[in-house]
Nanobody, 125 residues
Framework: QVQLVESGGGAVQPGGSLRLSCAVS???????MAWFRQAPGNEREGVAA???????TYTDSVKGRFTISKDTAKNRVYLQMNSLKPEDTAMYFC????????????????????WGQGTQVTVSS
């Protein structure tokens, strides 16, 4: 049984940084892993994803500020978030799929099989 547990969220001022962590169990890393976010009143948005073959992809609004990484030895996936903006405020979710997808499809939430409970990120002065 695949389980994903997020941590690392919190409140930070604009321009600050946070690192989100996703503890992974029961997963074979055969597909994509990703971070999604959802703000109140908004649809869920793909933020960053990493494919099993190592490529990563980001939504345009976070390029150059966020970095996704995975450490299979520690069973962790991370999202390093720098230069945070108020519009980054949202609940952030870790997700995994067992499907081998092209990198563009890795940001499509409909493709994902497993989800964590989320961790809240609030960027405010």
């Amino acid at each position: 049984q695949v389980q994903l547990v997020e941590s690392g969220g919190g409140a930070v001022q604009p321009g600050g940084s946070l690192r989100l962590s996703c503890a992974v169990s029961g997963y074979n890393y055969g597909g994509c892993m990703a971070w999604f976010r959802q703000a109140p009143g908004n649809e869920r948005e793909g933020v960053a994803a990493v494919a099993y073959y190592g490529r990563d992809t980001y939504t345009d609004s976070v390029k150059g500020r966020f970095t996704i990484s995975k450490d299979t030895a520690k069973n962790r996936v991370y999202l390093q978030m720098n230069s945070l903006k108020p519009e980054d405020t949202a609940m952030y979710f870790c997700a995994a799929t067992e499907s081998g997808l092209g990198i563009t499809a890795c940001l499509d939430d409909h493709r994902y099989d497993y989800w964590g409970q989320g961790t809240q990120v609030t960027v405010s002065s």
